[in-house]
C-alpha cells in the first residue's frame, strides 16, 4: 500500500491518512474502506485482543506460559491471532503481542504479572536512568516481523491491525514502575522536569520508528494494514499543561 494525506477532510477536521495503493485481494475490505472514510455497506468489526481471553482455545494455547513469553513465539502469536477468525466472519484480525515488547526488547526489564499487569525492575527517575533503554536493533523483535509474515500469507486478503502504546501510556509505566490509579510520579516528573519529560517521550517515539522500520512499513507486502494506537492514561494529563507536554511529540509522529 501506499499512503498520502490528500483525502478531504470532514466538516471542520484535519486532513488524514488515506490509503491510495492497495493490492488487489484488500481493495474490496470494508475495514479499509472504511479506513479511507468510504461508504461501506455496514459497519466494520474485528475481536478485540483481550476478548480473545475468554475463548477456550487461547486459555489452551497460553497455558503454562507468561504473557511476555507468548508474545515471543512467533507461531503462538500467529496461532492466537487467529483463532477468533475461525470463530466469527469478522472483517479484521488484531495482532496478538502487548504494548511492551518494544520496551522489553530495548532492553527495560518489565514483565506482566496476572492481576497487576507491567510492572517495570528500575523505573525510570533520572537522567542516567535513560541509560537502560537501548535502540532497538534488527533481531530484537525478529519474532513479531516473523509473525507478521507468516499472518499475512495465511490471512489471504483479510486485514491485520497491529497497535503501539501511546508516549503517556508507556511514560506512565516506565516512571511509576506499574499500574497507578494517580500516577503522582509521572505527573510529578513531567511537570517537575520537562527536559528529562521530554527527553522519555523522544527516546519512546524513537523506538516506536525503530519497529516500524524492522517490521516492514505499515501496508506494504508482509506488513500491517492498519495500526492503532493505545493510550489507557492519556486522560490523567491536566489540561491544557498535560496537551502541550505531548504536543510536540505527536507533531514530530505526523
Known amino acids: 500500500m501506499v499512503f498520502s494525506r490528500t483525502w478531504p477532510p470532514p466538516a471542520g477536521g484535519r486532513p488524514c491518512e488515506m490509503i491510495t495503493v492497495v493490492s488487489p485481494k484488500l481493495e474490496d475490505s470494508v475495514f479499509l474502506n472504511a479506513c479511507r472514510r468510504q461508504p461501506v455497506p455496514y459497519t466494520p468489526v474485528w475481536f478485540m485482543r483481550q476478548a480473545g481471553r475468554s475463548l477456550p482455545e487461547y486459555r489452551a494455547a497460553r497455558s503454562g506460559k507468561a504473557m511476555v513469553e507468548a508474545c515471543t513465539k512467533p507461531d503462538l502469536i500467529t496461532e492466537i491471532t487467529l483463532q477468533p477468525l475461525r470463530r466469527y466472519p469478522v472483517d479484521a484480525a488484531i495482532l496478538f503481542s502487548d504494548i511492551v515488547v518494544p520496551l522489553r526488547a ?19 527517575r533520572e537522567e542516567v536512568d535513560l541509560q537502560r533503554v537501548r535502540p532497538l536493533e534488527p533481531g530484537d523483535i525478529h519474532y ?16 491485520l491491525i497491529g497497535f503501539a502504546g501511546g508516549p503517556f501510556t508507556l511514560a506512565s509505566y516506565l516512571i511509576d514502575g506499574g499500574p497507578s490509579k494517580s500516577f503522582d510520579k509521572t505527573k510529578s516528573l ?19 520508528r525503530a519497529a516500524v522500520r524492522l517490521l516492514g512499513r505499515r501496508g506494504q507486502p508482509g506488513g500491517l494494514q492498519e495500526v492503532g494506537a493505545a493510550a489507557q492514561q492519556a486522560h490523567l494529563r491536566r489540561p491544557g499543561r498535560g496537551r502541550r ?7 514530530q509522529h505526523r
Do not use: F, H, K
Open 106 to 124: 530495548a532492553g527495560v526489564g518489565i514483565d506482566i504479572r496476572t492481576g497487576i499487569g507491567p510492572v517495570v525492575e528500575q523505573p525510570i
Open 144 to 159: 513479531v516481523a516473523e509473525a507478521v509474515r507468516a499472518l499475512v500469507a495465511e490471512l489471504d486478503g483479510t486485514p
Open 190 to 208: 513531567m511537570y517537575g522536569n520537562p527536559p528529562l519529560w521530554n527527553a522519555l517521550l523522544r527516546r519512546r517515539r524513537s523506538l516506536g
Open 245 to 251: 507536554a505531548a504536543a510536540a511529540l505527536r507533531r
